[in-house]
């Protein structure tokens, strides 16, 4: 390995407009061909970094930001903006906002032919990524029928095509299923023999912590190194719900809905058949399945975004749902109108206003921030709030642990079971972590048909969520 820096980051500050200093001194150094992970509470500002890294922080974001940062040697500031983006390429959270084009063989052309000039050359770059990510099969597909690891995946083919020098992956699995989890690491052992530096901002560590060479920890303003004390408690750290649920079971009211004999498809392609559901008030329901199965196509169903081909659905209750690609869920400037915005669309009162505020404030989350420039958990977190106020039956979440620490993950279960009077369906490609809890319901999605689950996961929630405040309360104030 090349011991040079790649990335120098000397007594960085940086705050959103309107906000609080999110870094406040910090110091970093990252050396050419390293991988590094970087780990933090929801907020704690990875995406962040990405943004300062990558220069948008300044220019879209329009934030206050100091101190020294040099990439490969060289003043980030005396970089082109156009050079930078060769340099540094960012995979982000939201892999759809990446595409131009509609088909995604003409998207990887248009790309390759921006950089590369001639046709032959382009092609030639396209059949080499294809051929490097295992994206045959997605090639000839529109961008808007590919789920959210499958577009993942391609965007990561897509910024192979520039062969920069540094990646900065925010959140790379956040949509990947448990299949993605293993081709995500294969292609980190690519990254690792092209010598690329590589850095990886994720909740979701525990899959995929021991393949790094280092791991950082972003707290209260500061980043720290805790490479060793990380798997020194993963090693240590005893699961508590080795022969006890998690959670509490619940008990169950009237009926909101009901599906009979739905039916669904695109294309000619069978998506969903013969779903018979019934979802009553209490309900915690829980629907696993791989990227593509349909899990976001039956939620449309129920919540009456999409009509069945087949089949009926009978509603009984307000239903709402959260998509996975949570920015579509928010409309206002800043997260105080958000919560002005939804108790005056259902006629509530002004305490409506005053509880939404307070549930805001005590999650952390900024009330005159925009909420687009919240990370993706605080946004989760957000919607969940909201949905409440608007005084829903039901709330459908679409792979609502994206973007959440363990620790969050089992604070919103534990939210939802607060709510006694709701009923709750969560959509989810990946059940490592999610503990041992007592589902009223639990279905696999596979084939088009919904079949009883009943699984064991490796490591429960609660454990996933002491390794991560272990590893958190080892270093800092």
Known sequence: MNREPAIEVKNLFYKYPGGDYIFRGAYFEVLRGEHVLVIGDTGSGKSTLVRILSRTAEFIYRGELSGEIRILGKNIGEIGFEELQRLVHVIGQNPYLYFTEHVVRDELYSYALKIYKTSEKAERAVRKVVEATHIYNLVDKYFYELSGGEAKRVIVARALIAEPEILLFDEPLMWLDDRGVSDFLDLLKLLRYLGRTVLVFEHRFLPIIREFDRVFLLKNGRIYDVSTHALNVLKETPDPDNSSSTLDSRTTGREIVKTVNIEHGYNGRIVLKNINLSIKQGDLVLIYGLNGTGKTTLLKILAGYLKPKKGRVER??????????????????????????????????????????????????????????????????????????????????????????????????????????????????????????????????????????????????????????????????
């Open 316 to 477: 009984k209750g307000r239903i709402l749902y959260i998509p996975q690609n949570t920015l579509l869920f928010f409309t206002e400037e800043t997260v105080r109108k958000e919560i002005e915005m939804i108790c005056k669309t259902w006629k509530k009162n002004t305490n409506c206003i005053e509880k939404g505020l307070e549930l805001v404030s005590k999650q952390g989350i900024p009330l005159n921030r925009s909420p687009f420039t919240l990370s993706h958990g605080q946004m989760v977190k957000l919607a969940i709030i909201i949905s409440g106020l608007a005084g829903a039956d039901l709330v459908l979440l679409d792979e609502p642990f994206a973007g959440l620490t363990y620790s969050d993950r089992l604070s919103l279960l534990e939210y939802m079971l607060s709510m006694r009077d709701k009923a709750f369906i969560l959509a989810t490609s990946t059940i490592q972590g999610i503990g041992r809890v007592n589902w009223t319901q639990a279905y696999k999605l596979e084939d088009g048909a919904l079949y009883p689950f009943d699984f064991e996961s490796k490591t429960s929630l609660k454990w996933a969520s002491l390794v991560y405040e272990a590893i958190k309360n080892g270093v800092g104030d």
